[in-house]
């Protein structure tokens, strides 16, 4: 019986050194909704997501499997549940909590979270306001926020969909200034929000539809001098970064990312950041999942 709980207590003091880790997730799981699509080199109006890329979706999360899950491309909260539903199902783990949140102008496609972690509190931020073309505008999907506490110490994630590169108006080309002011729009809000000099610990991810060295990714870097947030360097298996592929011109683009601020990056352990790059998954998603994991 003392062998017994001097080996508890060595277990209890083992899990109170090494503190508890966490894995991050963001996945664009491409249209899972019902929309017109080709499936199958048929056109179908209002199909489905088919089930077979469903399943690589459900295999991709299962693999990485985090502990946290940022999700775009959600279609209605039934669409959230049946995932769900599909993965506690699994047996990888449950996760107990979600969160959903609808875009302000984009009727079908929406920002939507799964946790294991319970969540504290969840916004979405909705009326966060820009001037585009002498309009007052909102970023189309929003902006979550959720929050945590892990071993007492309270972060948050920010999870975001900018505007895609699609081009709607001819004198702003791909959409680039609407999504410069999108990420201008969000990153004033979190900044005023978390002033920087408190040292806020949170994490900006999700599908930002443009590169490392636009103005975009870095609204959310750098302010003059001082840093916002770092980019974790995720990569595949190969060492390469892309988490996109554009099948119509056949190219591959970086558009997804995890950046943490100074003081969520010392949580981070080094050489997590990672890109899933496992059989099949761009049959499930035209984007790769990225995830890395953090030590508190």
Not at 223 to 250: E, I
Request: aromatic content about 14%; overall charge positive.
């Amino acid at each position: 019986m003392l062998i017994f709980v001097k080996l508890l207590f060595f277990l209890l003091l083992a899990f109170s050194l090494f503190g508890d880790r966490v894995r991050v997730a963001s996945y664009n799981v491409k249209n899972y909704l019902v929309m017109d699509r080709l499936v199958a080199g048929y056109w179908r109006e209002d199909y489905p997501k088919p089930e077979i890329e469903n399943g690589i979706i459900r295999s991709m999360i299962r693999r990485v499997s985090p502990d946290i899950l940022a999700l775009q491309e959600i279609g209605e909260p039934h669409y959230l549940n049946e995932l769900w539903r599909d993965l506690n199902g699994s047996g990888i783990g449950h996760y107990k909590h979600s969160y959903w949140v609808r875009g302000e102008n984009d009727e079908q496609r929406h920002l939507a979270l799964l946790s294991r972690l319970p969540i504290i509190s969840k916004k979405s931020h909705l009326n966060i306001e820009f001037s585009y073309f002498n309009e007052t505008v909102r970023p189309r999907r929003g902006l979550m926020e959720v929050e945590f506490r892990t071993k007492g110490k309270t972060w948050r994630l920010f999870n975001l969909h900018l505007k895609s590169k699609w081009t709607e108006r001819k004198d702003d080309p791909q959409a680039a200034d609407l999504r410069e002011k999108e990420a201008r729009a969000m990153r004033d809000f979190i900044r005023q929000t978390y002033l920087p000099e408190t040292n806020p610990t949170h994490m900006i991810v999700g599908d930002f539809n443009d590169f490392k060295n636009t103005a975009p990714l870095r609204r959310f870097l750098k302010v003059n001098k001082t840093v916002l947030s770092h980019m974790l360097p995720c990569r595949d298996s190969l060492g390469y970064f892309w988490t996109h592929y554009y099948a119509k011109q056949d190219s591959y683009d970086r558009l997804d990312y995890l950046l943490a601020s100074p003081s969520m990056k010392e949580h981070y352990l080094e050489g997590s950041a990672r890109i899933a790059d496992y059989l099949r998954c761009l049959e499930g998603s035209d984007h790769r999942m990225v995830y890395a994991d953090f030590e508190f």
